[in-house]
Antibody, heavy 117, light 110 residues
Framework: EVQLVESGGGSVQPGGSLRLSCAAS????????IHWVRQAPGKGLVWVSG????????NYADFVKGRFTISRDNAKSTLYLQMNSLRAEDTAVYYC??????????WGQGTTVTVSS | QSALTQPPSVSGSPGQSVTMSCTGT?????????VSWYQQPPGTAPKLMIY???NRPSGVPDRFSGSKSDNTASLTISGLQAEDEADYYC??????????FGGGTKLTVL
């Protein structure tokens, strides 16, 4: 079974840092582009970042550039999102999502990040 | 990158058909067939329902169909069922090598 399991969420003060992880199983991890997508409470889905299968190319939404870093360890089938300089507006459920050329086809269950003083 | 535009809500009775729109620009929906739709019942993770504008993944009922004209994509659900009640999101690849979602449409089955 194809599965993505996020972890690392929690509560942090504004300006703080957090690292999210996403453990993949059931497919050849290194062959797939992987995304991070977030959803603030009561709001819609927002694309955050993505990384190619080999990890050589990364992409970011403008609102996280310079603050968030996406990376992966294909030997461990694990995706990461290092989040620095966190703001209240970064509060959301963060989903790890497998990507194909045409869509985001497999979603994790999400991990919750709360930024508050 | 601005979000794609979706109507906040649509509704229909069981057995009826509903169509929801997703309007982008020539930098996303209008230029690529990499348009997809996702279903999200309350408290759950999104699920892919349509990819490449009109294709359905295995297991998605053929009551769900997609289309696109110029900068606007559409999702049609025919033979509405109570279990279809959920939030629906469209998404597209963009010319900036990023992806963008719509604001979501809440489907109510009356």
């Amino acid at each position: 079974e194809v599965q993505l399991v996020e972890s690392g969420g929690g509560s942090v003060q504004p300006g703080g840092s957090l690292r999210l992880s996403c453990a993949a199983s059931g497919f050849t991890f290194s062959s797939f582009y992987i995304h991070w997508v977030r959803q603030a409470p009561g709001k819609g889905l927002v694309w955050v970042s993505g990384i190619t299968g080999g990890g050589s190319s990364t992409n970011y939404a403008d609102f996280v550039k310079g603050r968030f870093t996406i990376s992966r360890d294909n030997a461990k089938s694990t995706l990461y999102l290092q989040m620095n300089s966190l703001r209240a507006e970064d509060t959301a459920v963060y989903y790890c999502v497998r990507g194909t050329y045409y869509a985001l086809d497999v979603w994790g269950q999400g991990t919750t990040v709360t930024v508050s003083s | 990158q601005s979000a794609l535009t979706q109507p906040p809500s649509v509704s229909g009775s069981p057995g009826q058909s509903v169509t929801m729109s997703c309007t982008g620009t020539s930098s996303d929906v209008g230029s690529y067939n990499r348009v997809s739709w996702y279903q999200q019942p309350p408290g759950t993770a999104p699920k892919l329902m349509i990819y490449e504008v009109y294709n359905r993944p295995s297991g998605v009922p053929d009551r769900f169909s997609g289309s696109k004209s110029d900068n606007t994509a559409s999702l049609t659900i025919s033979g509405l069922q109570a279990e279809d009640e959920a939030d629906y999101y469209c998404s597209s690849y963009t010319s900036s090598n990023t992806w963008v979602f719509g604001g979501g449409t809440k489907l109510t089955v009356l």
